[in-house]
């Protein structure tokens, strides 16, 4: 979690699992990324707004890595529950990404 004082809506880079996905004709690896939407506004509106720019701006994104190429990045799950005790709520997304080199 950020340090300090936070804005009422923010997102946080979770953990990330990586499996090999190697074959023949060469290395690869699949990642399953978790990005957490966090708000304390009042309701889920401002986290499923903030949730939906995010797989907006992920899915099928042309992005470009240090290492390897992204072969496609897609929506697998999300996940919405109320936090400290209903006065915030988090949004829990879940991508894959397909990497070769």
């Known amino acids: ?11 946080v880079l979770g953990p990330e699992q990586v499996r090999d996905r190697s074959d023949s004709t ?44 992204l072969v496609g990045i897609g929506f697998l799950t999300a996940k919405a529950e109320r936090t400290e005790n209903g006065a915030a709520r988090r949004i829990d997304l879940v991508f894959r990404a397909r990497v070769e080199e």
């Open 1 to 11: 979690m950020p340090a300090g004082d936070k804005p009422a809506t923010f997102v």
């Open 26 to 69: 060469g290395q690869g690896a699949e990642h399953r990324l978790t990005i957490s939407v966090h708000s304390t506004a009042a309701g889920f509106q401002e986290a499923k707004k903030a949730a939906a720019a995010v797989a907006a701006a992920l899915v099928d994104a042309p992005l470009v890595l240090s290492v390897g190429q």
